[in-house]
DNA sequence: AACCGGGTCAACCGCTAGTAT
DNA sequence: GATACTAGCGGTTGACCCGGT
């Protein structure tokens, strides 16, 4: 089974997945681009790095989900979204083929199963209030440059939040990690009518994605981590 | 036994972001 | 700034499996 360009498309052997092992036990993870030709496989660098990143990297868990897993799925999903690959870095040992595998098969068939019920309770349902619409919070990506105070370290200190003329907000300065703070201060920071702060630097470069981070439980922040760390998993 | 339909999951495709030149 | 290249992501596809008829 080769592709028009010549590769190898379609399942691996057991054959490739040795010598895909091996090369990454001798050479490390990544520069994937050179892996074929290292590990001597007739496969495109993406189909490499997709075998050792869902099959064949150690520690992958396999089997069902358990009900913790779901649960904290389900709780990340509601926050970030289709964001698989954050949300399977959340799940120890899962895949984020894994977890979207998951969500599509079983997750589709429990909302069926959910409109069938809401069908039965349809009668009832009219008599209650509507429930409120959960929007999705997608996280808006944030652009550092290197010249970055905020990298540098050149970020000064100010509780100062300003409000530029577009209505985002601004931040003069800040001590330390100005995301540990912004929970604690979600009071303080301007919000603008979507929802969302914007952190805005001179050159408008920092835009930080918006909601209502305390209106979501926070218990998929595991023990010993904080905010801090998962926001900088988003980063990532 | 043969067929069919649905479920599962590995793998591919297309796209974007980041980086180097 | 433009271009080329690589890495990584999410959506989609298709092969395989299994249970029902």
Redesign the pocket.
């Known amino acids: 089974?080769e592709?028009s360009s010549g590769v190898?498309?379609?399942?691996?052997s057991q054959i490739e997945d040795n010598l895909l092992r091996d090369c990454v036990n001798l050479h490390g993870?990544?520069?994937?681009?050179?892996v074929p030709k290292r590990a001597g496989l007739n496969?495109?660098?993406?189909?490499c790095?997709?075998?050792w990143?869902?099959?064949l990297k150690p520690n992958i868990k396999?089997?069902?989900f358990s009900e913790d897993e779901v649960d904290l799925m389900i709780r990340l999903h509601k926050l970030?979204?289709?964001?698989?690959?954050?949300?399977?870095?959340r799940l120890p040992g899962r895949?984020?083929?894994?977890v979207?595998?998951?969500w599509?098969?079983?997750m589709?068939?429990k909302v069926h199963s959910h409109k069938k019920d809401n069908n039965i309770e349809k009668q009832a349902d009219e008599a209650k209030p509507i429930v409120k619409h959960h929007e999705v919070i997608k996280p808006v990506?944030r652009?550092l440059s290197?010249t970055s105070p905020w990298l540098q370290g050149k970020f000064v200190n100010s509780s100062k939040v300003g409000v530029s003329e577009e209505g985002a907000t601004s931040i003069s300065g800040s001590a330390g990690n100005w995301w540990e703070t912004l929970l604690d201060d979600k009071e303080d920071n301007a919000v603008n009518n979507n929802n969302t702060c914007f952190f805005g630097g001179a050159d408008g470069e920092f835009n930080l994605w918006s909601e209502e981070l305390t209106s979501i439980d926070c218990d998929f922040v595991t023990q010993g981590e904080s905010w801090s760390d998962f926001l900088l998993d988003l980063q990532?």
């Open positions: 089974m592709g190898r498309k379609g399942a691996w993870e990544g520069k994937w681009h050179l496969r495109c660098r993406k189909s790095r997709l075998r990143l869902n099959y396999r089997g069902d970030l979204g289709n964001r698989w690959s954050l949300i399977a870095g895949t984020s083929n894994d979207k595998n998951y599509n098969t079983y589709r068939r990506p652009t290197k990532g």
